[in-house]
């Protein structure tokens, strides 16, 4: 499995686009790019996934460079619940196989 | 979207019992399983892996003897701590992933509290 490396923290305000880029260098043909939040107590919850280039939905965008060695999730416009810890996840997909999470990055936004 | 839940969502319990977490999908038929340990202000870190109808496999450095869990049904999987103790209280967090789909879905996690 590929390992991710994130920022350990950071810090934004309200109504501010927050990107947070993931390093996974050893990423693998098969491999899609995966990242979670999750809120203290809370089971960590889908965002978004993609392969290569651009992914959007309602509430992320998620950019991934042709090398694919690196990607970035952006976060359009914060508000204070947002705070949360977002994780970035590389691996195979299908349903039986492993998530393994790396640190995460530990996002504040202030009002 | 699919819906994990577990069962408690809290438990306090006293050091040597065992306590048992319920993980139930609810609109779909889970084929696979995970459970996951989290401690505070760290990452969740994959304990084991069940099938339905096979047995777990777990991840190096898990105790089976002492995490025992059972994959009985496509919508229900337990985890039991046995003879627990406080170095085992944790944020205890499953998930469940539907065959053919992609994703898997997290319950909202069980705090064990050991004493």
């Known amino acids: 499995l590929a390992k991710t490396t994130q920022p350990i923290s950071m810090d934004s305000y309200e109504g501010q686009e927050v990107n947070i880029t993931c390093s996974h260098n050893?990423?693998?043909?098969?491999?899609?790019i995966t990242w979670y939040q999750q809120f203290p107590s809370q089971g960590p919850r889908f965002i978004i996934q993609g392969y290569k280039t651009k992914v959007t939905n309602e509430v992320a965008s998620l950019f991934i460079p042709a090398d694919r060695k690196s990607s970035t999730l952006s976060l359009p416009r914060v508000s204070l619940s947002d705070t949360a810890v977002y994780y970035c996840?590389?691996?195979?997909?299908?349903?039986?196989?492993?998530?393994?999470f790396g640190g995460g990055t530990r996002v504040l936004v202030k009002p | 979207g699919a819906v994990v839940s577990q069962h408690p969502s809290w438990v306090i319990c006293k050091s040597g019992t065992s306590v048992k977490i319920e993980c139930r999908s609810l609109?779909?038929?889970?084929?696979?399983m995970f459970w996951y340990r989290q401690f505070p202000k760290q990452s969740l870190m994959l304990m084991a892996t069940s099938n339905e109808g096979s047995k777990a496999t777990y991840e190096q450095g898990v105790e089976k003897d002492k995490f025992l869990i059972n994959h009985a049904s496509l919508t229900l999987s337990t985890l039991t701590v046995t003879s627990a103790h406080p170095e085992d209280s944790s944020f205890y967090i499953c998930s469940a992933a539907e065959r053919g789909l992609n994703e898997q879905f997290f319950g909202p996690g069980t705090r064990l509290t050991v004493l």
């Open positions: 050893n990423i693998a043909t098969n491999d899609y």
């Open positions: 996840l590389v691996g195979d997909r299908g349903p039986g196989n492993k998530l393994t």
């Open positions: 609109d779909f038929q889970a084929t696979t």
